[in-house]
């Protein structure tokens, strides 16, 4: 009998006992564990329907479980609001926004009485309006001492007669008589075309 005949016997005769016991004989987990570690095609062959395996377990486990661990998280992280506490929460936004428009209200006018008590421009109190009364005044006060302190140079400056006006720009009009015109050259008149008055 050829090898051929005896695989051919085997495979039509497997499922009888006899032939069963007999394959059996020659397969053991000894046997088996040397031809993974030994015999390369073995070894992928073994690898591949294993990871097949896994690969089956972990789907099913996925279908299982996953998605069950995942809304449980999602709730964890973000838990769940109903109508009711949304809308709360959008009446508590709208009453603390009312809350502090009404608090800057109130401290702009406390800053208006105080800088027109104190001398002070008004048109820009509202860069010194703080978070509350405290800073306000704060600020206010800072305010009264620059403002005082300028004031006062200028004051002292003229008194000592070392005054000097600021320079005009070449946007504000000189007045010119009809003699200085007629002493400026061309290009003088161009320059200051348009910028200038004549004085008759």
Do not use: C
């Not at 769940?80 to 800057?104: C, H, P, S, T, V």
């Amino acid at each position: 009998m050829t090898l051929e005949e005896v695989k051919a016997f085997l495979e039509a005769n497997q499922d009888k006992d006899e032939v069963k016991s007999f394959i059996s004989g020659f397969i053991t987990l000894e046997k088996v564990k040397s031809l993974v570690n030994e015999n390369p095609e073995f070894k992928s062959w073994f690898d591949s329907e294993r990871d097949k395996h896994l690969q089956k377990g972990l789907e099913k486990w996925k279908s299982n479980n996953l998605q069950k661990l995942i809304d449980e998280e999602i709730k964890r992280r973000y838990p769940e609001k109903d109508e009711k506490d949304i809308e709360i929460a959008k009446l508590r936004a709208e009453f603390e926004k009312m809350k502090a428009e009404a608090l800057r209200k109130d401290l702009t006018n406390k800053a208006l009485k105080i800088a027109q008590e104190r001398g002070l421009p008004t048109e820009i109190i509202d860069f010194f309006v703080g978070e509350d009364e405290r800073t306000t005044t704060d600020n206010l006060m800072k305010l009264e001492r620059v403002f005082n302190e300028a004031v006062n140079n200028i004051v002292q400056q003229r008194l000592k007669g070392t005054y000097q006006p600021p320079k005009e720009t070449e946007t504000q009009t000189r007045v010119f008589t009809k003699d200085d015109l007629k002493n400026m050259t061309e290009e003088e008149i161009n320059k200051y075309w348009g910028k200038f008055k004549i004085q008759y």
